[in-house]
């Protein structure tokens, strides 16, 4: 066996700390060979001899990668190789151990990162807990280490993934719980010094990075994970309380840093801290975690104005996860306002004026339809949270620069329901009546292109102007306000152009529907040549041509829209009449 060659140069060793390197060489290719040939545990008893400890000191540390390997093989008892690897980082050199499993943890196989980081962990920390001045400084660099490659790992979503854990991030998740524990202790427990401050900063680097990576990607539950705890619930809540423990003030971390627009300096070298700052109020105020021990001092809307930088960073990105917790973190930090209360002057900040923004965009081009139902409901109540004068002047900023018929569509709707809303109760709001009203119906009661508008494309638009009319006129002659002339000559405005509108529609549209019946009678090969000349190419329905929809669509969409103009004319001729009734 390999340990028998080294017997006539062991006796010189045993007398002399003095190795060259070929006694380096030696060594080391002596217990290579022990562990390659499966004889681990007869150098095992070389390692423990008493008389050999000096030696395994100077040399031992060389023979971590392959003992490492050996354990991860898993087809042989690792016992032999685990008493080896615990015995040399107990006595080799601690920079020189270090160096070695880091540069092992940097070099993991990509296909075996979770089985390597679990077994280097343990080691990495019990040299670690070896060092003295030097510790902090290691510990940074080994949780770097660490989750630059648990950041490979994919993140499982749903419950079965997270059960199966096939590539390893609920294991490696709890490892590295379990790997810093005695160091967060330290800090804790230590008075300030230099060490106890240095391991604060690197345990709060390592906070923020998990906070980014891997707890943006996480779906949460907290109802779900309070009859089943799952270690990514777990680790979540474990890094906001380490995060407690070693920090003085979590209000200080999440809102007063980002107000001033300051940046932290332990955050240098990409660790994205408004990123980690936005899944930190996400795990606050949507999942309740270390919601305890944060103070209860803040006012909602004060709350919320802080939350909302991070709210616009979670929905201006198109990962699904994080559009969740952007649209949850929001409406959590809504319902916490009273209803009515956030005033104009919070319109002009800038996450104020980006947040719905992109809320609009979520709701007009995610390709995800729950993501976009959602985003609706969330902007609805982010409506329902502003006082009179910030709704008047929210509607009349959206109609001017959305662009877009449907969310034209929702602004009008609400016009009408705060108008219905000061109508039925007690409470009162200016901006919604009279002289504020008209203004307001002015710049949205409109036709944005005049006798061109598209109406098909702009139906939704168009039939929530003529429903408001309607309801406007309705209620103005039933009440006698003041406001009814103006009332009369918006109306009339509006139904006289929309009426020029209507007919040219309706006859382009009649004869493109009347044209394509009577290609039917044509036989096959000639309806084939002539689909191609005479279909029709400009016309754009809901930003698609219509030419290049199947024929049997293109007859559904013309019979659509004929029937939607002829629903257009009908609350015309209920308007106009309205009108007449009350001038005679």
């Known amino acids: 066996m390999a340990v028998n060659q080294l017997e006539d140069v062991v006796q010189r060793w045993r007398t002399t700390e003095d190795f060259k ?71 080799c050199n601690v920079k020189e151990l270090l160096d070695i499993l880091l540069h092992q943890v940097e070099n993991t196989d990509p296909n075996a990162i979770s089985d390597s980081i679990i077994v280097l962990m343990p080691l990495i920390q ?220 919070l319109l002009e900040l800038r996450p104020f004026h980006e947040v719905p923004q992109n809320l609009i965009k979520i709701m007009i081009d995610c390709p995800i339809q729950h993501l976009r139902a959602r985003s609706l409901v969330v902007f609805q109540l982010f409506i329902e949270k502003l006082n009179g004068e910030a709704k008047h002047k929210f509607f009349r900023r959206l109609m001017k620069t959305s662009h877009h018929a449907g969310v034209e569509s929702i602004i009008i709707k609400n016009i009408r329901n705060q108008v219905e809303l000061c109508r039925k109760s007690a409470y009162k709001d200016g901006w919604f009546e009279g002289t504020w009203l008209i203004s307001l119906l002015r710049d949205t009661i409109t036709l944005p292109q005049g006798h061109e508008t598209d109406l098909l494309h702009g139906m939704d638009r168009v039939m929530e102007s003529l429903n408001l009319l309607r309801y406007l006129l309705i209620k103005e002659r039933d009440i006698s306000t003041g406001t009814w002339i103006d009332l009369c000559h918006i109306a009339e405005s509006y139904t006289k152009l929309l009426r020029v509108c209507l007919s040219m529609s309706k006859s382009y549209y009649g004869k493109e529907f009347k044209r394509l019946r009577e290609d039917k009678k044509i036989k096959a090969k000639e309806f084939k040549e002539a689909s191609g000349k005479r279909s029709v190419q400009s016309l754009i329905v809901k930003n698609e041509t219509l030419g290049s929809m199947p024929r049997e669509a293109q007859e559904k969409v013309l019979q659509c829209a004929l029937v939607t103009y002829d629903l257009m004319e009908s609350l015309v001729v209920r308007i106009e009449e309205i009108i007449e009734e009350s001038q005679k």
């Open 21 to 91: 390197p070929e006694d380096h060489e030696l060594f080391l290719n002596a217990g290579r060979t022990c562990i390659a040939q499966g004889d681990i545990g007869q150098l095992l008893d070389f390692i423990k001899e008493e008389d050999n400890q000096h030696i395994v000191r100077s040399m031992g540390s060389g023979l971590l990668p392959a003992l490492v390997n050996e354990v991860l093989r898993k087809d042989r008892s690792p016992a032999h190789c685990q008493a080896i690897l615990n015995q040399l980082v107990q006595i």
């Open 126 to 345: 019990s040299v670690l807990l070896r060092m003295s001045e030097s510790k902090a400084p290691g510990l940074a660099l080994a949780l770097e280490s660490l989750q630059k490659q648990i950041s490979k790992l994919p993140v499982p979503y749903s419950h079965k993934q997270k059960q199966e854990d096939v590539h390893g991030l609920c294991r490696c998740c709890t490892a590295v719980l379990t790997f810093v524990q005695p160091f967060v202790q330290e800090a804790k427990n230590q008075d300030t010094n230099s060490v106890s401050t240095k391991l604060r900063a690197a345990l709060l680097k390592f906070c923020m990075k998990s906070l980014s990576e891997p707890l943006l990607q996480v779906q949460l539950d907290r109802e779900a994970n309070m009859t089943e705890m799952s270690p990514l619930w777990n680790f979540a809540t474990e890094i906001m309380a380490i995060l407690a423990e070693i920090q003085e003030s979590l209000p200080k971390m999440l809102f007063y840093d980002p107000l001033r627009g300051k940046e932290d300096d332990i955050e240098e070298g990409g660790c994205h801290p408004n990123e980690s700052r936005a899944c930190m109020a996400y795990l606050l105020f949507v999942q309740l975690i270390a919601i305890e021990v944060f103070p209860a001092v803040f006012s909602p809307v004060f709350v919320l104005q802080c939350n909302m930088e991070y709210i616009n960073l979670l929905l201006s990105r198109k990962d699904e996860s994080w559009i969740l917790k952007g649209l949850d973190l929001y409406v959590k930090s809504l319902e916490r306002v009273t209803d009515y209360s956030l005033p104009a002057e």
